[in-house]
């Protein structure tokens, strides 16, 4: 089992900067992805970034050259550097990791992030 614990979220003004941390326990292998999805009241849960182990990045079109996805592989933790957010960013923040040796998928119990305009 993988434990995520979430930190960092907030309310922040538009144009306003938060730092999300997800930090990993458990089986959690070295060879994983670890991303940070977002799901806002009446959508559906969406990516926002991911990060592989390798450094293999990937990012939301929504959210490219103003949030910043990194990780830590010593610590097992990842992070989300959220500059320049806006309204539309606002929704509760999920940590995903899936294992590659078996792909499983963990989640971890999500951080609100409101910002006002």
């Known amino acids: 089992q993988v434990q995520l614990v979430e930190s960092g979220g907030g309310l922040v003004q538009a144009g306003g900067s938060l730092r999300l941390s997800c930090a990993a326990s458990g089986r959690i292998f070295s060879s994983n992805i670890m991303g940070w999805y977002r799901q806002a009241p009446g959508k559906e849960r969406e990516l926002v970034a991911k990060?592989?182990?390798?450094?293999?990045?990937n990012y939301a079109d929504s959210v490219k050259g103003r949030f910043t996805i990194s990780r830590d592989n010593g610590k097992n933790t990842a992070y989300l550097q959220m500059n320049s957010l806006r309204p539309e960013d606002s929704a509760v923040y999920y940590c995903n990791v899936i294992i590659y040796a078996d792909y499983s998928t963990y989640w971890g119990q999500g951080t609100q992030v409101t910002v006002s305009s």
């Open positions: 990060v592989s182990s390798g450094g293999r990045i």
